[in-house]
């Protein structure tokens, strides 16, 4: 990386035509291994660098980005970006963004993160073979399930050391360094008739002790129960009935339908059922949702956002009422109100954005056995799968994995093929049980073309009265 010194004169350089300008550089070295069909398929290990230059004009936003890292090389970018790029200028993306300048910004100057996030065993000291074994343990445990009917296993192991430098023009200057890894677990398993998936993963922004936490036989073996269990079961029934989804299942419908609909630029872009409703009472009294990306060893931690800013732990919505959105520095600017600790890129070949972190929807007080014995019957959901979400709606659409009946207050027989469907505030508004347990799962985060490391959780919920798609009559038409 250059010179802080000389960090300022590219940034001068570059916005001598704006009203604010930022140097973002990134380092880093990634190792990934992947097993599948009982053989070691791929092991890559590389390295990549790069800085963008973002430059900030009324309501025009610039951005270039070079992987020549010598002054020479930020020099030559800063002079394109400060033009707004020219013909043979390097790859490069600019948007307009609206809003005014003004805005309650912080104290400008180099920064340091009261947020801890150690790592005991870096995984660039940890040899390939050993991480190799990782992937072998996981794959092995899913196998010994069940040999005749778990037809494929899919492992997959992956670190990241990211070092990055981040200056602007209103001097601030921020140095750190970011390291995640993580092991995922796919299983499909088959009777010949029937085709089930199962799904298990671990990660944090952590190192290689993340398994002395978790053991990836335990990964893999979860992983094929899961699949092998559904492959058993019955098809889910179809109707409008009681859920209750379990701490297990981690965060994924709060993410969905209701995170993205909180960060501020789909919020001033009108494109979130949720604009236009700070104040408001936007769900119910037992809800509370909390964007933390300060939470040690979470997959979506980090000490500063992409922009230089403190993480921080931001209520969007508390018991009900919406209280904020996640903000990068344009939004922020634009509402008169402090970034959040939101502005997130997947490299340095993107501008920063609003992103969620770590988002959660708080505990409540009802033990998880209190809220399935008070349910009479409906659906118990252990584990959801992917989904759909429409922003500027709402509205829902999310597969269960993994589910049970629930028949006088007990969970019962297990079922597959199930989804649910419904709208995201309506669905805040409805819950009436938030249990004291907390689950968390990882993932990436898909969002203009970019993906970032992502956690959720959520404790057990009840939601009454939500459509649940599955067989609707003895006949299998399908919901």
Do not use: W
Not at 95 to 118: C, F, I, K, Y
Not at 400 to 428: C, F, M, Q, S, W
Not at 432 to 449: A, E, Q, S, W
């Amino acid at each position: 990386m250059i010179a802080k010194i000389d960090l300022e004169e590219v940034l001068q350089i570059a916005g001598r035509n704006g009203d604010f300008a930022e140097v973002y550089m990134e380092r880093s070295a990634q190792t990934r291994v992947s097993m599948e069909a009982g053989k070691i398929e791929r092991v890559i290990s590389g390295r990549d660098e790069g800085a963008g230059i973002r430059v900030v004009q009324g309501e025009n936003t610039a951005y270039g980005y070079t992987t020549d890292l010598t002054k020479d090389g930020l020099l030559e970018l800063a002079h394109q970006v400060a033009v707004g790029g020219q013909d043979d200028a390097p790859p490069r993306e600019s948007s307009t963004e609206s809003g005014n300048r003004s805005g309650n910004m912080e104290t400008a100057g180099e920064r340091e993160s009261t947020v801890g996030l150690p790592i005991k065993q870096r995984p660039d000291q940890v040899g390939i073979d050993r991480k190799v074994a990782l992937v072998k343990e996981a794959e092995r445990a899913a196998r010994a399930k069940d040999e005749r009917l778990i037809r494929q296993v899919t492992a997959g192991y992956a670190d990241i050391i990211q070092q990055v430098t981040i200056a602007n023009s209103e001097g601030v200057y921020v140095e750190d360094e970011r390291v995640r890894t993580r092991l995922v677990v796919h299983v499909v398993a088959s009777d010949g008739k029937v085709i089930q998936t199962g799904y298990d993963s671990a990660g944090g922004t952590k190192g290689f002790e993340l398994f002395e936490e978790v053991k990836p036989a335990d990964l893999g073996r979860r992983a094929a129960e899961r699949a092998l269990l559904m492959l058993k079961a019955r098809r889910a029934p179809a109707g409008r009935m009681d859920v209750v989804i379990s701490g297990e299942a981690g965060g994924t419908m709060i993410h969905e339908a209701c995170g993205h609909g909180l960060e501020a630029d789909l919020v001033q872009k009108n494109l979130s059922v949720y604009a236009g409703k700070k104040g408001e009472q936007v769900a119910s009294e037992l809800v509370t949702v909390i964007d933390d990306g300060t939470m040690p060893g979470k997959y979506g931690s980090f000490r500063f956002d992409d922009e230089g800013n403190p993480a921080q732990r931001n209520v969007l919505i508390e018991k009900g009422l919406l209280r904020n959105y996640m903000y990068d520095r344009i939004t922020a600017q634009k509402d008169g109100a402090n970034p959040t600790g939101s502005a997130r890129r997947e490299t340095f070949r993107y501008r920063p954005i609003p992103r969620m972190s770590t988002t959660y929807l708080a505990p409540g007080e009802h033990s998880p056995e209190e809220i399935i014995s008070e349910t009479d019957s409906g659906l118990f959901v252990r584990r959801m799968g992917g989904g759909q979400v429409n922003t500027t709606t709402g509205d829902f659409v999310f597969e269960v994995l993994e589910g049970y009946l629930i028949k006088d207050g007990k969970i019962d027989e297990p079922v597959r093929g199930a989804t649910l469907t419904g709208n995201g505030p309506e669905v805040l508004r409805k819950i009436d049980r938030v249990g004291t347990d907390l689950g968390f799962t990882i993932g990436t985060c898909g969002k203009n073309g970019q993906g970032v490391p992502v956690s959720d959780a959520q404790p057990t919920i009840r939601i009454p009265d939500l459509v649940v798609g599955g067989i609707l009559d003895d006949e299998g038409d399908h919901s």
